[in-house]
C-alpha cells in the first residue's frame, strides 16, 4: 500500500513519463546489472541530472516477468563469498500475480553445523511443513543450505541469506514489508541472532526451539536484546526438548522483554521435534499476517559494538566511543547452568544404516572433541548399550550426568573403535558474550526533529526518505539534548541509487544520507 501511495504521489508531481530518454534506458540497465558494471551505470544517471523524483517513479514502476516454474520447488545454486557452490530453493505458488507484491518467507533448517550439505536439498524444502505453509498462503518460499563455515550467523552464511533474497527481489515482484524470516532448532536460533544484528529486511521472525544467545555463542555476534523490540517475534519452546527445554529458556524471554522486546511466547509438550510445535503453524501464519513491516517506525532502539551491525531501517551507529556508558544503559543479559548431556557432534540426518553417522564436530570444547571423534564415524554403542538411532542415544543420555565418565563404540573405516570421554561438568555461562564496548541509542522522529537519546554513540546516520521528513525544511537533529545539525536535506541521485540497487528494498527507497559525528 505504501508504495503503491508514493507511486501515486509522485506520478502527480510530475507529467507523465513519455518514451525512454537516455538516463531512463540507463537506469533500466542499472536496474539488472551486475554488480562490476553498476558503479558506471550510476554516474551515467547522474551526470544526466534527472529531477528524484522522476527516478523514484521509474524504479517503482519496473515490472516483473512471469515466473514459468511457479507451483514446484526449483532448485537452484549460487557461489558464496567463500567461493564455494551451494544449492538454495525457491518455491514460488500457483497463485502468483507478477503484477501483485506477494510477501516472502526465508526458511532455515536445523543442524547448520555440519560438515556437508544436504544431500537432497529439492526434497528436503518439498517436505518442510514451513513452507507448505508458505505455499498454501500464497507466499513465496526462499531455502537457503548452510554448512560449517556457511552457517546461520558467520559472514559466509549470513552474506548468503542477504544476497539469496536480493536475487529473488529482482526476478519476483516481493512486497517488502512482507518479508518473514522462520526456522526451527538452529533456524530458531537464527531468527533471534538475525533479529538482534540485522532486522532492517524483514517484517517479523519465527523462532522454534532455537536459544537466543547461540549467535552470540557460536558466532561471536554482537547481540543485544534491547535490539528485539524492533521487530516482533513469535517463540515456541517445548518442556522435554533435550537441548533447549522450557524451564531453561523461560529466563532468557522473560530477560529479553525486561529489556523491551517484542516476543510472543508459546510454551508447547513435547520434546525437539517439529511435530511438537507444527500444530501452532495456522496461528504463526497469522501471527505474520498481523505484523507486515513498518518501514519507517516513529521510534527505533538500537545497541551495537560497530558499524558493521549499526543499522536499523533508517538509523544506523556508525562509531562506539569507549567512554562511561549512560546510567540508564544497562547490559541485559542472563546466567545460565548449563547441564545439557551433549556430545558434540553433528549427525548426518538422512543416514539410513544402523547407527548414527556423525557428519561434523562442534567448534567448542565438547566430549566429543577429547575422546577423538570424528567425521564419518558411525556410533553403535554407548557404554555397551547398543545404539542404533538418535532415539536409542536420547535414552542412554537418560541415564547419565554431566561430569561422568563414558565409553563409544564406533565404527572407523570397517573397523570397530572404542573411544572413551567425559561430559564436562556443569558450568555457568552468560547468554551473550560481551567483548567489545557497545553504544545504545533510542531515536524518534516528528515532524522534520529526530531526537536521539545516546550513550557512547560517537557518529551516526539518518537515512532520509520523503514519507518521513519535508524536503523543503531543515532537518533538525537533536542528541541528548543538544542541536547537533538544522540544515536542509538535497536529495542524492547517486546514493540513492547505490543504496537502492544493494537493498532492492522499494519501500525504503531512501533518497539521502545525513552523517553526524559528535567529535
Not at 528524484?52 to 520447488?73: N, Q, T
Not at 531468527?191 to 529486511?201: E, I, L, R, S
Not at 540513492?496 to 531512501?510: A, C, F, G, I, T
Amino acid at each position: 500500500m505504501r508504495r503503491a501511495m508514493l507511486t501515486v504521489l509522485m506520478s502527480a508531481m510530475l507529467p507523465a513519463i513519455a518514451t525512454a530518454s537516455g538516463w531512463e534506458t540507463t537506469l533500466d540497465r542499472l536496474l539488472t546489472a551486475p554488480v562490476s558494471e553498476r558503479e558506471e551505470l550510476i554516474a551515467a544517471v547522474v551526470d544526466e541530472a534527472p529531477e528524484w523524483h522522476e527516478v523514484a517513479d521509474r524504479i517503482l514502476s519496473a515490472g516483473y516477468a512471469e515466473f514459468p516454474e511457479a507451483g514446484a520447488p526449483v532448485l537452484r545454486t549460487t557461489v558464496c563469498s567463500d567461493t564455494v557452490e551451494r544449492p538454495w530453493v525457491l518455491v514460488v505458488p500457483e497463485s502468483y500475480d507478477p503484477e501483485v507484491p506477494t510477501p516472502l518467507l526465508v526458511v532455515l533448517h536445523g543442524g547448520v553445523g555440519g560438515a556437508t550439505i544436504a544431500e537432497d536439498p529439492l526434497g528436503e524444502a518439498s517436505d518442510n511443513e514451513l513452507v507448505d505453509m508458505a505455499t498454501e498462503n500464497g507466499w513465496v518460499s526462499l531455502v537457503p543450505f548452510g554448512q560449517a563455515g556457511a552457517t546461520w550467523w558467520d559472514d559466509v552464511g549470513m552474506d548468503n541469506i542477504q544476497r539469496l533474497l536480493r536475487k529473488v527481489k529482482i526476478e519476483l515482484n516481493i512486497d517488502d514489508d512482507r518479508v518473514w524470516m522462520a526456522g526451527f532448532s538452529d533456524g530458531g536460533s537464527a531468527g533471534f541472532a538475525h533479529a538482534m544484528v540485522a532486522p532492517t529486511d524483514y517484517a517479523a521472525f519465527l523462532a522454534l526451539n532455537g536459544h537466543i544467545g547461540v549467535g552470540s555463542l557460536d558466532g561471536d555476534l554482537p547481540t543485544y536484546a534491547p535490539n528485539l523490540a524492533n521487530s516482533p517475534v513469535y517463540v515456541t519452546t517445548t518442556f522435554d526438548d533435550g537441548l533447549y527445554p522450557s524451564e531453561r529458556m523461560r529466563p532468557t524471554i522473560e530477560m529479553a522483554r525486561r529489556a523491551g522486546a517484542d516476543i510472543f511466547y508459546r510454551e508447547l509438550p513435547g520434546e525437539h521435534d517439529f511435530d511438537d510445535v507444527a500444530g501452532d503453524l495456522p496461528l504463526m501464519a497469522r501471527f505474520l499476517e498481523r505484523h507486515p513491516r513498518d518501514p519507517f517506525p516513529h521510534e527505533i532502539t538500537w545497541e551495537a559494538t560497530s558499524a558493521e551491525f549499526g543499522r536499523c531501517k533508517w538509523f544506523a551507529i556508525d562509531r562506539v566511543t569507549t567512554g562511561r556508558a549512560a546510567r540508564w544503559h544497562h547490559d541485559f543479559n542472563a546466567a545460565l547452568v548449563d547441564d545439557r548431556r551433549t556430545v558434540g557432534f553433528f549427525p548426518q540426518w538422512d543416514f539410513e544404516g544402523s547407527g548414527i553417522l556423525v557428519d561434523g564436530i562442534s567448534d567448542e570444547e565438547s566430549a566429543a572433541r577429547s575422546m577423538g571423534l570424528r567425521p564419518g564415524d558411525i556410533i553403535v554403542e554407548a557404554d555397551g548399550a547398543p545404539i542404533d538411532s538418535l532415539a536409542a542415544l536420547d535414552v542412554w543420555k537418560e541415564g547419565v550426568s554431566r561430569g561422568d565418565a563414558f565409553g563409544f563404540t564406533v565404527i572407523r573405516d570397517g573397523a570397530r573403535v572404542h573411544l572413551s570421554g567425559e561430559f564436562p561438568p556443569e558450568a555457568n555461562y552468560n547468554v551473550f558474550k560481551r567483548d567489545a564496548p557497545s553504544a545504545r541509542a533510542t531515536a524518534s522522529f516528528m515532524a522534520n526533529h529526530v531526537d536521539v537519546r545516546a550513550s557512547r554513540l560517537g557518529a551516526f546516520s539518518i537515512l532520509v526518505h520523503p514519507d518521513m521528513f519535508r524536503l523543503d525544511e531543515n532537518l533538525v537533529v537533536t542528541v541528548n539534548g543538544d542541536v547537533v545539525y538544522d540544515e536542509p536535506v538535497a536529495p542524492d541521485i547517486g546514493f540513492m541509487l547505490s543504496n537502492y540497487v544493494e537493498n532492492r528494498d522499494r519501500s525504503l527507497l531512501y533518497v539521502a544520507e545525513v552523517e553526524i559525528d559528535l567529535r
